[in-house]
């Protein structure tokens, strides 16, 4: 268990909905970072908060969103979603080490 | 990404046999991660190497930085089904931020 959760672990819905996905990072980490991992793409960063600031962003569509909240956890906002956004997501948070969530499953249908 | 280079992409050994996984950046490395995935699940931490030359165990495994070729290799000692999975190399080539850019990944399978 490396610390990290998120929630839900599998999420299945339909083209154009909006979804969120939640993580907790360790205790005492600062920082959060959210990967989307495809079997095309393969594992992606897409952004990082520290201590509730976007500190860096990869290739995040516009139509992803995220935020870090006062009590460190986070939330990955994706809307108007599409068939190719089926994908493993994950959380990681780091101290002087990043550890990764267990991931939630988004299958858009 | 391009950027970061796994080999090889899939390996299968008898259990027993060692084996090596290499990882080859093409910019500076301000880190090296190494994670084992078992397919659809999260990634397991293994080691992170930060300073050239650095080289780490864990259990069976050991993991080398060498700064000036900017590659990293994973060495795993008398391998065993347990160590089936995928094998991922993350860098950190900005450095300072933690981001991580990902190889492609090494498919490891051991027979038994």
């Known amino acids: 268990d490396s610390g990290v959760t998120q929630t839900p672990k599998h999420l299945i819905t339909a083209t154009g909905q909006r979804v969120t996905l939640r993580c907790s990072p360790r205790?005492?980490?600062?920082?959060v970072y959210w990967y989307q991992q495809s079997l095309d793409q393969g594992l992606q960063f897409l952004i990082q908060y520290y201590n509730g600031e976007e500190r860096a962003k990869g290739n995040i569509l516009e139509r992803f969103s995220a935020q870090q909240f006062p009590d460190l956890h986070s939330e990955l906002n994706l809307s108007s979603l599409e068939l190719g956004d089926s994908a493993l997501y994950f959380c990681?948070?780091?101290?002087?080490?990043?550890?990764f969530g267990p991931g939630t499953r988004l299958t858009v249908l | 990404s391009q950027e970061l280079e796994q080999s090889p992409q899939s390996l299968i050994v008898q259990e027993g046999k060692n084996l090596t996984i290499n990882c080859t950046s093409s910019k500076t490395l301000y880190g090296l991660y190494w994670y084992k995935q078992k397919y659809g699940e999260g990634l397991i931490f293994l080691m992170m190497?930060?300073?050239?030359?650095e080289e780490k165990s864990h259990e069976k495994i050991t993991a080398k930085l060498d700064e000036k070729k900017q590659q990293s290799s994973l060495h795993i000692t008398a391998s065993q089904p347990s160590h089936a999975g995928i094998y991922l190399c993350g860098a950190d080539i900005i450095g300072n931020t933690g981001k991580l850019i990902f190889g492609q990944g090494t498919t490891l399978q051991v027979k038994p």
């Open positions: 990681a948070s780091s101290g002087a080490k990043q550890f």
């Open positions: 190497l930060q300073k050239g030359g």
């Open positions: 205790s005492g980490d600062l920082s």
